[in-house]
Nanobody, 124 residues
């Protein structure tokens, strides 16, 4: 199971850290991804991390502002979001897919397990 939390209301320029708590099985051989979905838009890839190696991959538009990380002891994946903009307003989801060497998964349909989503609202 994946449970995302940490969303909320923040002013433009502010920061938030989202958390995704993983439980129920071992995720050490999984990629963990963050996606977001704004009203009326498709679900959009944000970032992913390979749990076993800690290597990361970002959507181009997220590089430099967002950082994905994981805490093995807490079996939690984080998304640190800085310099937030109103256009970052969306429901943010964490998801998991079995890792494949040399490949990053950036499409929502690639992921098998999803958390419930947490709403981030950035005011101008």
């Amino acid at each position: 199971q994946l449970q995302a939390f940490g969303g909320g209301l923040v002013q433009a320029g502010g920061s938030l850290r989202l958390s995704c708590a993983a439980s129920g099985r071992t995720f050490s051989n999984y990629d963990m991804g963050w996606f977001r979905q704004a009203p009326g838009k498709e679900r959009e890839f944000v970032a992913a991390i390979k749990w076993s190696f800690g290597s990361t991959y970002y959507a181009d538009s997220m590089k430099g502002r967002f950082t994905i990380s994981r805490d093995n002891a807490k079996t939690t994946v984080y998304l640190q979001m800085n310099s937030l903009k109103p256009e970052d307003t969306a429901v943010y989801y964490c998801a998991a897919v079995k890792s494949r060497s040399g490949r990053w998964f950036t499409k929502a349909y690639d992921y098998d397990d999803w958390g419930q989503g947490t709403l981030v609202t950035v005011s101008s």
